[in-house]
Every structure is written in C-alpha cells, then in structure tokens.
C-alpha cells in the first residue's frame, strides 16, 4: 500500500460513525435534505463523508471540523496555506471527482479532493482546482453536474 491508502483503526471508524450519526440527525431536524439519497442512505453517505474526511486529515496532519452544526456546503478543511479544501469520497474504486451543480452558486473551495474506498480503507487518489473540476460539466443519468475520472486528477507528490 502507498501513503495515500489508509485504513482508520477500529476507534477511529468508531469515531467516524459518531460523528456521521450527530450529521445525520442535526440535518434531519434541521430539514437540510440531499434529494440524491434516500432518508435511509442518509447515514450511510454521512459516514463515507466522514472517513474520507479523517483519512485526508490523518494523511496531511490536519483538524477535522468536529462541529455539529446543519450541513450544506461549504469547505472541509482550511490549509495552513490559506487554501481551502472540499473531500469527495465514493465507495467505488473507478469513482470521479463529482460536484454538485448547485456547488456552482456557492462559496467554492480552492481544491477538491477523490478520496475512494469502503469502511475502513481508504484511498486519496488526487485532486483538482476549482477552476478544473467547475469546467468540467457532465450528466452521469440524474442530471447535470460537474465531474473529473481519476486520471485527470492531480496527484500530491509535487
């Protein structure tokens, strides 16, 4: 395995559906709904966002937003660099780097980052800027969205 392929320790996944469970819930209460997925799913997909969260904050050393407020949007993690960051987990192997429509009218994030994989293994396989993944308009069956494959990601070993 590479240093871009983790995989979170029983306390940690643990961890990971704590958190996913207090996101699931205060969303709920709060009406913020995905209509991609269905209520039931809703946990599921708040705990694949989870982990690819940990995972990128345990390969670059940096804080998870450990806050419980309602959740629409909006950045993931603030780099020591200014630059802010938005994790895109799958739990499909060949997964794309896939954004929303409605990321468009929002505040965008600097970088948007592939994390792939299953509870409890995880791999970051890249990422791509704002501008890259915002020009890149692709309809996957559901619609228009903004999609890269993983081969037009960039890598972190520059």
């Not at 996913?20 to 009406?31: C, F, K, V, Y």
């Not at 954004?99 to 948007?112: H, L, T």
Request: glycine fraction near 8%.
């Amino acid at each position: 395995m590479d240093s871009y392929t983790i995989t979170l320790d029983p306390s940690e996944v643990m961890f990971a559906r704590t958190i996913a469970t207090l996101r699931t819930g205060i969303n709920r209460i709060n009406n913020v709904v995905n209509p991609k997925f269905k209520e039931s799913d809703e946990f599921q997909n708040d705990l694949l966002g989870v982990c690819g969260e940990m995972v990128f904050a345990k390969r670059f050393n940096v804080y998870m937003d450990l806050t419980f407020g309602p959740r629409s949007g909006g950045h993931d993690f603030k780099m020591t660099s200014g630059k802010t960051v938005d994790v895109k987990t799958t739990d499909r192997m060949d997964g794309r780097l896939i954004v929303p429509e409605w990321k468009a009218n929002k505040e965008k994030s600097d970088v948007y980052v592939l994390v792939t994989g299953q509870v409890p293994t995880f791999t970051i396989r890249g990422y791509a800027n704002a501008d890259e993944i915002f020009n890149s308009v692709i309809d996957l069956g559901y619609g228009p969205c903004f999609g890269l494959q993983q081969d037009q990601l960039h890598d972190f070993t520059n």
